[in-house]
């Protein structure tokens, strides 16, 4: 079957296209813009060139950046499935890494947007792809969901070490003895902002307590 391969170099503002014959051979390189405008003008030139050349496999690959790679990916895997059965298409999402050592293999190439597209369909036609790309977005949701949660949680664990190192300096013995079970707790908060050490000191028992 006759293969078309897509290589797609993505960023922010823009995407950078090469469009190669499974023998090799470029067919096309342009850039789009990272909107809805740039991938339907994707689509209709995919198209137009496969139609044109007599190619029925489609293949197109982008290195796995998140959010920049995301609404393409996933427009372009719903889009193009309106035109089955006359072109069989998959989307892969590549590990960044597997490119960049599968670009090493090649002796003497530029570093610019218009190469690592060529290098992306290159990647595309020897193979060994990993699964093409399914429409899971509830999935992906809860994944993004759990991310931004574990985020949440490092990112207080980290500042309260910050924070516990910032009171040592004024409370070390709060630090040091732990008379609340919870550093952070109501109770603790309440003599970290009022209190200071002088005054815990004198400070009668009775009304430390109160």
């Known amino acids: 079957m006759s293969q078309m391969l897509v290589g797609i170099d993505v960023s922010m503002r823009s995407h950078h296209v090469q469009f190669m014959h499974g023998e090799g051979h470029s067919l096309a390189d342009f850039s789009v813009s990272n ?10 030139k995919l198209l137009k060139t496969a139609e044109k050349n007599q190619l029925t496999q489609l293949k197109i690959g982008m290195e796995s950046t998140d959010q920049y790679s995301w609404h393409l990916a996933h427009y372009l895997k719903n889009q193009l499935q309106g035109y089955a059965p006359l072109f069989q298409t998959a989307v892969f999402m590549l ?28 990647h595309l036609r020897f193979g060994r792809l990993p699964y093409d790309m399914q429409e899971t977005l509830q999935h992906e949701a809860l994944r993004r969901l759990t991310r931004t949660r574990f985020h949440m949680m490092h ?41 200071d050490p002088e005054m815990i000191a004198e400070m009668p028992l009775e009304e430390l307590v109160e």
């Open 35 to 44: 909107d809805i405008e740039g991938a339907n003008t994707l689509i209709q």
């Open 95 to 122: 590990n960044a890494r597997k490119v960049a050592r599968f670009k090493k293999g090649y002796d003497t190439l530029p570093k610019n947007d218009r190469i690592d597209a060529w290098v992306i369909a290159d």
């Open 155 to 195: 990112e207080i664990a980290r500042n309260k070490t910050y924070m516990s190192n910032q009171l040592f300096l004024k409370f070390s013995g709060l630090r040091q003895d732990n008379p609340f079970s919870n550093t952070f707790g109501t109770t603790s908060l309440a003599v970290i902002e009022e209190l």
